[in-house]
């Protein structure tokens, strides 16, 4: 399978534990992207790297989400301290960048958290 | 701030019908649309987008219209198969930004 992978596909947590998740992008894909969705909401964007470099960071990322894409491939999303309003669908998605304009991102399947 | 909308939560068409799904937008910076489906328990699989320098695009059963003076674009669907039963966001973004805007969904069922 050559699509986006993520894992885990589901992780349910302790309030104030740490949980980190991983996204595997389309391999000749430079633009990655996570997203996080919310019962009845469409998917809400939380960062955008563009090969190993972090250029984008939605205001919904709070100081204790983190993430990374060392050597530009895979990315790994970590929440601190997670709180029971973390408790979501994050979904990761890659595309191709040519200059300026994107072409279609692909989504993986996503990761489900639960805090309890 | 929703910047874009879907304001049909749900539609119910009958196979081999029509399906007219609708999505407005309020920034006027948007370029590129794109319209996802999304099946339960996986990721919004991309259907078919549309840029701003045009006002239709056609893919097979999807066509996608796009009316900026509006703001407004509608994805049709003929003729609708049960399969084609899923949640549909409409998605834009501005020309300089890689962030997608995506709508809460329309829901879609397609009874045989």
């Known amino acids: 399978d050559t699509g986006v992978s993520q894992d885990p596909r589901h992780k349910i947590t302790k309030r104030g534990q740490n949980v980190t998740f991983r996204c595997d992008p389309i391999s000749e894909h430079n633009r990655l992207y996570w997203y996080r969705q919310t019962l009845g909401q469409g998917p809400e964007f939380l960062t955008y790297f563009q090969n190993e470099a972090q250029l984008e960071k939605s205001r919904l990322l709070s100081d204790r989400f983190s993430a990374e894409r060392p050597k530009g491939s895979f990315s790994t999303l970590e929440i601190q301290r997670t709180e029971q309003g973390d408790s979501a669908m994050y979904l990761c998605?890659?595309?191709?960048?040519?200059?300026?304009?994107?072409?279609?991102?692909?989504f993986g399947q996503g990761t489900r958290l639960t805090v309890v | 701030d929703q910047q874009v909308k879907q304001n049909s939560p749900s539609l119910s068409v009958q196979e081999g019908r029509i399906s007219i799904l609708n999505c407005d937008y309020t920034n006027s910076m948007f370029d590129y649309f794109l319209w996802y489906k999304k099946y339960p328990a996986e990721g919004p699989t991309f259907l078919i987008s549309i840029s701003s320098i045009k006002d239709k695009n056609e893919d097979g059963r999807f066509t996608v219209f796009l009316n900026k003076s509006a703001k407004h674009l509608s994805l049709h669907i003929v003729p609708s198969q049960p399969g084609d039963s899923a949640v549909y966001f409409c998605a834009a973004s501005r020309p300089t930004g890689y962030a997608l805007n995506f709508g809460k969904g329309t829901s879609l069922l397609v009874t045989p």
């Open positions: 998605a890659s595309s191709l960048g040519l200059g300026v304009r994107n072409t279609e991102a692909f």
